[in-house]
């Protein structure tokens, strides 16, 4: 039996793709960890702490919800750890713990950019 006899050669119906499904949430704090923003794993650090900042801030369900996400590298290789807020295009440098807090009571929870840590604002020259 020649192979083209063969009914087994022939491709398998491909399986439907999931859409997959994510929280509803206004704001996506996008984190750098990659090791030029922070070589010392300052960024990282920041990045495993939000889970419990954002829980004691309230941030972490209802209408001010906020994701997070790591990058691995936005090109902005100084001043880190850098963060950038979406979708208002607000980037942040110089993101210690402390400095986080404050984007999280101003930013985050209120809406008012922290301007002495924005080093990008989208939109504006």
Known sequence: MSSSDNHDDQPAAAEPVVKPKIGSYKR???????PRCSADGASQALFDSLGDKFKAAGLNAGDLRVKRSRVGCFAACKGGPIVCVQPDGTWYYNVTPDNMDRIIDEHLLHGRHVEDLVFHQAGED
Not at 28 to 34: A, R
Request: aromatic share 0%.
């Open 28 to 34: 996506h704090l996008l984190v750098c960890t990659g």
